[in-house]
């Protein structure tokens, strides 16, 4: 993910981004993103501005391909966020190239 990151969408964005997914193949990650790009390792960060917790890795994927929207799976709580919200609501366009 870390390489998915578009610094055009960030602009001097510094931050770290929080990723977990539960059930078979879900795992935990951190995404690193500066003006040079984004560095992603596997691991939960001591500190991130915002973190994403999915309910399955199948929601994680269908939220990625724009398969669906968050707002619904935010409120049946398969999809959580904290952290800074505003970034979080940013998020897509960091790693999408248009």
Known sequence: LGLAYWPE???????TL???AEGQG?????????PRGGHGKIGVPRTADVSFRFGSTDLLCKLVTYQT???RHLLTRQ????GNLGLA??????????
């Open 69 to 71: 929207q968050p707002w």
């Open 79 to 82: 999809l959580r966020v904290s």
């Open 9 to 15: 969408g960030g602009g001097d964005l510094h931050a």
């Open 18 to 20: 929080g990723f977990h």
């Open 89 to 98: 609501r940013r998020i897509w366009r960091l790693f999408s190239p248009t």
């Open 26 to 34: 879900g795992g935990s990650w951190t995404v690193r993103a500066h």
